[in-house]
């Protein structure tokens, strides 16, 4: 029995969106001078199966190889979807709470990105109004754990606040769409209007939008 290891993962191109190759079935010898063929990553159950004897040969490792080419990709994946989610976010709320926001005395003084290994994780828009002693903060958590979408006002100098509007991060559309719902319902009802303008305080008992 001839035992065969999977070469460097730095010579194969790991595709998700191909089926296997039919040069990279048993039979066919990788030559470490040429560019290996792409291998495509069908389903959990296909690494599995990749240690399977196939035509009188055993490649015991590659689907170790696999997995770890898998991995990789995965995790480029991801990072791809937080960093548009975040960065799309950034984008769009600032469009739509920017100008209204300054239009009730506020600033923005910051857009705080968090990230976690690297890794783009949650944003918090941060805007101020001095005069009436106010900070909102939007914020953007879209990732398990977190909360999602939230609105915060604080009283500066104090320890209260109010959470105006949430949308947790499972009950977001991919367009971010419930930004223009949010928007319409915080400026669209007076109640919220007079807490953000600073014209009155009160803490409310729960939050007014909560999808």
Not at 179 to 186: R, T, V
């Amino acid at each position: 029995m001839v035992e065969i290891t999977a070469p460097n993962m730095d010579f194969m191109q790991v595709r998700l969106d191909k089926l296997v190759s039919t040069n990279c079935k048993a039979g066919h010898w990788f030559e470490q001078d040429k560019q290996y063929c792409a291998l495509g990553l069908t389903s959990p159950k296909y690494f599995q199966s990749a240690a399977a004897r196939t035509d009188g040969i055993l490649f015991p490792n590659l689907h170790k190889a696999l997995l770890v080419g898998s991995n990789a990709l995965a995790t480029q994946s991801l990072q791809r979807m937080t960093t548009n989610k975040i960065d799309n976010f950034n984008l769009k709320a600032e469009i739509l709470f920017r100008l209204v926001l300054e239009k009730y005395g506020y600033i923005l003084e910051e857009k705080k990105v968090n990230e976690i290994n690297g890794q783009k994780w949650s944003t918090h828009h941060i805007y101020t109004n001095n005069k009436a002693k106010l900070k909102i903060v939007i914020k953007q958590e879209p990732y398990y754990t977190d909360y999602g979408f939230s609105f915060f006002i604080h009283k500066l100098g104090t320890d209260k606040y109010n959470i105006l509007y949430n949308v947790p991060h499972e009950k977001q559309d991919k367009e971010d769409k419930f930004l223009n719902k949010a928007y319409d319902d915080l400026f669209t009802n007076q109640e919220l209007i007079d807490i953000i303008s600073g014209k009155t305080w009160k803490e409310l008992r729960h939050i007014p939008f909560q999808t």
